[in-house]
C-alpha cells in the first residue's frame, strides 16, 4: 500500500459526458502528479500541483482540467469525454518539487479505469 | 516525443538467472533515474533509483546501471523470481522541467 488514495476504482460512462477523478496523497506529501496510461501504452504525464498550485502541464488535453485542494486532496476533471479518452488514470504523490538535489519519488495510487462507451 | 524508450516490450528469463532490462534517453537534461515494477490492476510501485552523479545503485538484488555518454540505464535483477512477474518501467527526471518522463514499459516473464 503505496499511501496513495484514487476514487473511484473504476469509471463507466458515455461520449460527452463528464466525469471527476479524486485523488488523496500520502500523508506529507504536497505535490500532486496525474498521469494517463492508455491500453499498452507507458505513462503519460498529465499535469502537476504543488501545494495548491499547478507546476508543471504536460500532454493534458484542454478538455481536462485539475485543482489540488488546501487539504491537499487532488480532482482530475474530464469533460466532453470521447472513446478515446478510455484509459487507466493514476495520481502519484510525492514529498516536494524537483530541485536540482533532490531525490525525491513519486508513489502512485491504485488507479482509476475509465471506460467511455 | 518519446524522451524515455523501452525498446524491448517483453523479456523471459528462467528463475535464478539474470534479468536485464534496458532503457534509452534522449535528454541530456535528465538527471534523476527511477525503475518502478508494475503488477495488472495496481500502480507502479517504486523499486529504485540513481542519481546522474553515480553510475551505479544496489538494492538487495536489483542493481540499476547508468551510462550517461550513451544516454543508457539497465536494471539488473539477480537472482531472478517467479515474483518478479510485472512490468518494469523506467523514468527520468529533467529537474529544470519539473516532470518525469516514463518509458512504455517492459513486460518480465519469470519461469519456474
Known amino acids: 500500500d503505496s499511501g496513495v488514495t484514487q476514487t473511484p476504482k473504476h469509471l463507466i460512462t458515455a461520449t460527452g459526458q463528464r466525469v471527476t477523478l479524486r485523488c488523496s496523497p500520502r500523508?506529507?506529501?504536497?505535490?500532486v502528479y496525474w498521469y494517463q496510461q492508455s491500453l499498452d501504452q507507458g505513462l503519460q504525464f498529465l499535469i502537476q500541483?504543488?501545494?495548491?498550485?499547478?507546476?508543471a502541464k504536460g500532454n493534458i488535453l484542454e478538455r481536462f482540467s485539475a485543482q489540488q485542494f488546501p487539504d491537499l486532496h487532488s480532482e482530475l476533471n474530464l469533460s466532453s469525454l470521447e472513446l478515446g479518452d478510455s484509459a487507466l488514470y493514476f495520481c502519484?504523490?510525492?514529498?516536494?518539487?524537483?530541485?536540482?538535489?533532490?531525490?525525491?519519488?513519486?508513489?502512485f495510487g491504485p488507479g482509476t479505469r475509465l471506460t467511455v462507451l | 516525443d518519446q524522451q524515455v524508450k523501452q525498446n524491448s516490450p517483453s523479456l523471459s528469463v528462467q528463475e535464478g538467472r539474470i534479468s536485464i532490462l534496458n532503457c534509452d534517453y534522449t535528454?541530456?537534461?535528465?538527471?534523476?533515474f527511477l525503475w518502478y515494477k508494475k503488477y495488472p490492476a495496481e500502480g507502479p510501485t517504486f523499486l529504485i533509483s540513481?542519481?546522474?552523479?553515480?553510475d551505479k545503485n544496489e538494492d538487495g538484488r536489483f542493481t540499476v546501471f547508468l551510462n550517461k555518454s550513451a544516454k543508457h540505464l539497465s536494471l539488473h535483477i539477480v537472482p531472478s523470481q517467479p515474483g518478479d512477474s510485472a512490468v518494469y518501467f523506467c523514468?527520468?527526471?529533467?529537474?529544470?522541467?519539473?516532470?518525469?518522463?516514463f518509458g512504455s514499459g517492459t513486460k518480465l516473464n519469470v519461469k519456474p
Open positions: 540513481i542519481s546522474s552523479i553515480k
Open positions: 502519484a504523490s510525492s514529498v516536494g518539487l524537483a530541485g536540482p538535489s533532490s531525490t525525491d519519488t513519486q508513489y
Open positions: 523514468a527520468a527526471r529533467a529537474y529544470n522541467f519539473n516532470k518525469f518522463y
Open positions: 500523508s506529507g506529501d504536497l505535490s
Open positions: 535528454n541530456s537534461m535528465f538527471d534523476y
Open positions: 500541483y504543488y501545494n495548491g498550485e499547478e507546476r
